[in-house]
């Protein structure tokens, strides 16, 4: 099974900030990964796939990169909508997802 | 308005069954895979089920194989997830979702979730 990991796992970070988290994959899974926010109570929403493709209505603060096994998120300039956990996801084999990072204030 | 929304879940004891249904509305159903994703309390998310866009071919999480099985009903735009032999760590928020691709796809759309809690 292909692993993820995420870092950090929380983030503190404040209007305005860059932020940027790192997914790590246990084994090379190409560019196949996927970015999403998550806010309680709502149902996630994609925001990159293929590890660098913006989805379509998506702010152009979020940006992804990387490929093999070590990939980046960045959000350019923090806003206040955008803090909530987000997830990197694989689909190279099967479909596995980091444990989530926390952006709060 | 392009949608999926769960309905189904409830609260049932250990070793019980359930069934969860999704209704897709706004897009053309019968060409997307569809997938069962859920997030335990506290927890992050976990892929459940994984089905292609006839149905013809399944993938299920190891946590969950032999005792859910996921179907869908192209004719009636619907998704569902029988869950038997219940335990406790299967307490969840389930979300049904949309993919992109089979099987290297990627989930474009998700419901809001429905809550499954197991418990005696």
């Known amino acids: 099974d292909i692993q993820m990991t995420q870092s950090p796992s929380t983030l503190s970070a404040s209007v305005g900030d860059r932020v940027t988290i790192t997914c790590r994959a246990s084994?090379?899974?190409?560019?196949?990964l996927a970015w999403y926010q998550h806010k309680p109570g709502k149902a996630p929403i994609l925001l990159i796939f293929?590890?660098?493709n913006l989805k379509s209505g998506v702010s152009s603060r979020f940006s992804g990169s990387g490929s093999g096994t070590e990939f980046t998120f960045t959000i350019s300039s923090l806003q206040a909508d955008d803090f909530a956990t987000y997830y990197c996801?694989?689909?190279?084999?099967?479909?596995?997802f980091g444990q989530g990072t926390k952006v709060e204030i | 308005e392009v949608q999926l929304v769960e309905s189904g879940g409830g609260l049932v004891k250990p070793g019980g069954s359930l069934r969860l249904s999704c209704a897709a509305s706004g897009f053309t159903f019968s060409v997307y895979s569809m997938n069962w994703v859920r997030q335990a309390p506290g927890k992050g998310l976990e892929w459940v089920s994984s089905l292609s866009s006839s149905g013809s071919s399944r993938y299920d999480a190891d946590s969950v194989k032999g005792r859910f099985t996921v179907s869908r009903e192209n004719a009636k735009n619907s998704l569902y997830l029988q869950m038997n032999s219940l335990r406790a760590e299967d307490t969840a928020v389930y979300y049904c979702v949309r993919g992109n691709g089979f099987p290297r796809g990627y989930f474009d759309l998700w419901g809001r979730g429905i809550l499954v809690t197991v418990s005696s």
């Open positions: 293929k590890a660098s």
């Open positions: 996801q694989q689909y190279h084999t099967y479909w596995t």
């Open positions: 084994q090379s899974i190409g560019d196949w």
